[in-house]
């Protein structure tokens, strides 16, 4: 390597690739840049403003199908009631399938857009009368999942309809939720047996399901009259 002064001062290092002696005691040179002379910078670029992102696995789905009293006018049609959620808040959904044909083929029966409030009873809810407010009973739910929340209502509300839930197959209403611990609630100042489920009072014990039906995630899919019965 040679170091070769510039016209304007500076230095440059060049590779000899091919010598050639001449007369009388001169010596041709055939030269080429050197690559570790080419000029280099580098720089440390700021660290990029990447929010911490968490990826939640959607888990499994639970579904309760409910044949209940119709809860709206607009359901005076066979059908039942479906609602659907899931532990994880990663949950977006699930498809309800149906056979025509015990089971050779399956299609699609309903969406399940929007996680309902589903749970199980931690006692059993005892019997009570269904038409006077029940100030005697209480029971503990425990929600799917820890993320949902009840909420207590007013006495005027409670009488126009709110805060109302299926625990079995009983349809109740709830006035006070008391939060126990995460996803725990206490429910009192209960109105029993609603939309017509009196007979369903009696026989209650732990683990009956708990389905809040006075929020979304409750859809009702229309069957025709002939599917009725048919396994």
């Known amino acids: 390597k040679l170091v070769v002064p510039l016209a304007d001062g500076r230095e440059r290092v060049v590779r000899v690739v091919r010598r050639e002696l001449r007369l009388p005691g001169s010596l041709a040179l055939e030269c080429e840049n050197d690559g570790s002379a080419v000029l280099s910078k580098t720089a440390v670029a700021a660290s990029a403003l990447v929010p911490t992102q968490q990826v939640l696995l959607p888990g499994l789905t639970e579904a309760h199908f409910m044949d209940l009293p119709i809860l709206r006018d607009t359901d005076d049609a066979p059908g039942f009631y479906l609602a659907g959620a899931s532990s994880s808040s990663g949950w977006r959904g699930a498809v309800a399938y149906r056979s025509r044909d015990a089971g050779a083929t399956y299609e699609s029966l309903v969406a399940l857009s929007d996680g309902a409030v ?51 197959n009983e349809i109740v209403q709830f006035r006070t939720a008391t939060l126990l611990a995460p996803g725990q609630y206490q429910l009192s100042g209960l109105l029993r047996g609603r939309k017509g489920t009196e007979d369903a009072i009696a026989g209650h014990a732990a683990g009956d399901r708990f389905v809040l039906l006075s929020a979304p995630g409750i859809v009702r899919p229309v069957l025709e009259t002939g599917e009725f019965n048919i396994e």
């Open 118 to 168: 589903i749970g199980t009873t931690a006692g059993a809810l005892a019997p009570a009368a269904p038409w006077y407010p029940d100030e005697a009973s209480s029971v503990i739910v425990n929600l799917l999942n820890p993320g949902d929340t009840l909420a207590s209502i007013s006495n005027i509300e409670l009488l126009n309809g709110a805060n109302a839930a299926a625990i079995g």
